[in-house]
T-cell receptor, first 117, second 111 residues
Framework: GAVVSQHPSWVICKSGTSVKIECRSL??????MFWYRQFPKQSLMLMAT?????????EQGVEKDKFLINHASLTLSTLTVTSAHPEDSSFYIC?????????????FGNGTRLTVT | AQRVTQPEKLLSVFKGAPVELKCNYS??????LFWYVQYSRQRLQLLLR??SRESIKGFTADLNKGETSFHLKKPFAQEEDSAMYYC?????????????FGTGTRLTVIP
């Protein structure tokens, strides 16, 4: 079945540094990738939708300059948390859709636990 | 705006007992609803979708537009059903078919 690999699984960084999270579709081409974050005891919240070769679409309230998303190929999307601060500590998870067909299944990565000290 | 509510954060049932995980939604359009499951140390995966009207691993979910609910049910819980369950809704308002999740319910099936 379709597999999405997300790396790293966890990362600890110092405040002010940048962190890059990768999301790869291993055996299919992902036309669309989604990035979510989840605070403790809260729902998975969509941050942005990433389409290959075009700019990501960010949800309201998500800072574009803070969370840089690059979808350079059909198998790779990256999320870079720039100038990270402790409040950015969260669980980030990506998902990918292999088809442009409406409501085709999403495949999820295992997530990345980011801790900013 | 769309919203998905799962009122129970934790749910424990005995093996063999019926289980119902509640999900209510608010959405102005015609909803597309899903249940996702995350077993321990595994990734989130699709369990079922309402348009398929299917039964997966003994689970079913019926969309009740009058009550705006999409509760997940299984007549006889098994230990391997212990997992985190998320109800989700697809919003097509922006044309991007984004998926919005509830806060999840952790189901524990007691042997």
């Amino acid at each position: 079945g379709a597999v999405v690999s997300q790396h790293p699984s966890w990362v600890i960084c110092k405040s002010g540094t940048s962190v890059k999270i990768e999301c790869r579709s291993l055996d299919f081409q992902a036309t669309t990738m989604f990035w979510y974050r989840q605070f403790p005891k809260q729902s998975l919240m969509l941050m942005a939708t990433s389409n290959e070769g075009s700019k990501a679409t960010y949800e309201q309230g998500v800072e574009k300059d803070k969370f840089l998303i690059n979808h350079a190929s059909l198998t790779l999307s990256t999320l870079t948390v720039t100038s990270a601060h402790p409040e950015d500590s969260s669980f980030y998870i990506c998902s990918a859709r292999g088809s442009a067909v409406q409501n085709s299944p999403l495949h999820f990565g295992n997530g990345t636990r980011l801790t900013v000290t | 705006a769309q919203r998905v509510t799962q009122p129970e954060k934790l749910l424990s049932v005995f093996k063999g007992a019926p289980v119902e995980l509640k999900c209510n939604y608010s959405y102005s359009g015609s909803p597309e609803l899903f249940w996702y499951v995350q077993y321990s140390r595994q990734r989130l995966q699709l369990l079922l979708r309402h348009i398929s009207r299917e039964s997966i691993k003994g689970f079913t979910a019926d969309l009740n537009k009058g009550e705006t609910s999409f509760h997940l049910k299984k007549p006889f819980a098994q230990e391997e059903d212990s997992a985190m369950y998320y109800c989700a809704l697809v919003s097509s308002e922006t044309g991007a078919n984004n998926l919005f999740f509830g806060t999840g319910t952790r189901l524990t099936v007691i042997p």
